[in-house]
């Protein structure tokens, strides 16, 4: 079965084409680098991570493009706030922004595209789309989008064009909803721009980009010098930048080479924090390194992120938060004792679980396969699970299970994070074991078994082997 998307252009689960197969062109709106990422962003990207990795598995060679908002109204803001010129400020939070990023396992773009290192391609837009006559000089010196000369301006937000407001003009980045105008292409430079590096020369005047035109000329910019083309297979990001800033680039780029931007459009639903919008003023605010701190492993994070469909609302709460901190120690469990080999000793029940392995990965596809319902192919897996426990209870072998098990895990990429264990504990367990291997030499099992809870106490689980005495920390 082919992979199916919903599209938000058409509102509706399409077969997934690409304009080349296998080539994919998937560009994911990044960060704005004024400040820290919150989970809510990162909600959004894992969402891009789950499909990147399934087209990926899907067999498609895609290549991913994630820009990073290194200048616009809220890092003009926060950097003059500051002190700093722009490029000063926003380093540190790109650098962040990738920590995070590994953190929660998110694999990385093929490029990173920093806006300010785009000016010269979005100069060159900005001047297409003023020969074109789709865009104008306004009198306050900035350029803008005359949204009457783009008759199909709002097909994505399926906004009433009667809402228009002919000549009616917007030069904040953030606009409402309910305020379709003529929106800045190109800001004329003011003093703050001035002072924190934020303006270059340009042949219809210094200024600097709006926040919209820097994503169409860099995605524009990516796929015509490496592919030459003009449209990309997928556009993804949050819903809430559909209407404005979707919307604009789609007007910009078409705008510009009266191609069709994007074949696919994807956007991921909002993240709340328990029960509420995330807010500095409610004080739910949260960010990847606040999980990393408090000693979350990332694949609890990405599990319960599954476990929502990427188009519904998810509620971000500490007992969904422990259910999947569970969940991937059971996974994490169930690998180690499909990796142990404990089935092996009876091979008789090998057939058993390969066939629940087949049963898994077809399902497994299935789910993914239908606008990515990983909800449906968590559930997959925690039912292979549960059958597999049961089978290798009864001495099955694990046959061929393993690595269809890693196959599909290695997907959602959702088994725990190995734990490693400091020096001093292992020395510490190992003068306990050889104690522990003394006592029962000479029949001292009550002392075995003492220093086994000992063991276990901080958090040392052991197992007696063939080959000797082996130890983790649970
Ligand atoms: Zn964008």
Redesign the pocket.
């Given at each position: 079965m082919p992979v199916a998307l919903y599209n938000t252009l058409s509102r509706s689960v399409e077969p997934f084409q690409a304009l080349a197969p296998p080539r994919v062109t998937l560009y994911t709106?990044g960060p704005t680098v004024w400040n820290y990422a919150h989970i809510g962003n990162f909600r959004t990207f894992l969402f891009e991570d789950l499909l990147r990795r399934w087209l990926e598995h899907s067999g498609y060679d895609v290549f991913h493009i994630m820009?990073l908002t290194d200048v616009d109204d809220r890092v003009i803001k926060a950097a003059a706030g500051a002190g700093k010129r722009i490029t000063d400020h926003t380093e540190p939070f790109t650098q962040a922004f990738f920590e995070d990023r590994d953190y929660l396992r998110i694999k990385p773009a093929h490029v990173y595209t920093r806006a300010t290192q785009y000016i010269p391609q979005m100069i060159a837009l900005v001047q297409r789309l003023l020969e074109r006559g789709v865009a104008y000089k306004g009198d306050d010196g900035s350029v803008y989008f005359a949204l009457s000369k783009f008759p199909t301006y709002g097909r994505l937000s399926r906004l009433d064009t009667r809402q228009i407001k002919v000549g009616a003009r917007v030069a904040s980045d953030e606009y409402a909803k309910d305020d379709p105008s003529d929106f800045a292409l190109w800001k004329k430079a003011d003093a703050e721009d001035e002072s924190v590096g934020a303006a270059w020369d340009a042949p219809f005047g210094r200024g600097r980009p709006g926040w919209h035109l820097e994503?169409s000329a860099m995605a524009l910019d990516e796929i015509g010098k490496r592919f030459d083309v003009r449209t990309l297979d997928i556009h993804c990001?949050g819903i809430d930048?559909i209407f404005p800033?979707h919307e604009d680039?789609i007007a910009q780029s078409e705008g510009a080479t009266g191609e069709p931007f994007s074949r696919n459009w994807l956007h991921g639903e909002f993240l709340n924090v328990r029960g509420t919008k995330m807010s500095k003023r409610f004080g739910n605010f949260l960010t990847a390194r606040d999980l990393r701190e408090q000693g979350v492993d990332a694949a609890a994070v990405r599990l319960l992120f599954w476990q929502s469909h990427y188009r519904q609302p998810i509620d971000f709460n500490d007992e969904a938060l422990a259910g999947a901190t569970e969940g991937v120690r059971r996974l994490g469990e169930l690998h180690a004792r499909l990796k142990g080999g404990e089935g092996q000793r009876k091979a008789a029940g090998d057939g058993d679980l390969s066939v629940q392995a087949r049963t898994l990965e077809t399902e497994f596809a299935a789910a993914l396969d239908d606008d990515l319902d990983a909800p449906r192919a968590v559930a997959g897996l925690f039912e292979f699970s549960r059958g597999a426990n049961r089978e290798l209870d009864r001495g099955a072998g694990a046959g061929d299970a393993l690595a269809t098990f890693e196959r599909v895990a290695g997907v959602l990429d959702v088994l725990p994070t190995p734990k490693v264990a400091d020096p001093a504990l292992a020395s510490w367990v190992a003068e306990r074991l050889a104690a522990r291997s003394q006592a029962r030499k000479s029949k001292d099992f009550k002392a075995a078994d003492a220093i086994r809870d000992e063991l276990r106490a901080r958090g040392v689980e052991i197992e007696d082997t063939p080959q000797g005495t082996k130890w983790r920390v649970a």
């Open positions: 709106c820009n994503c990001g930048l800033h680039e």
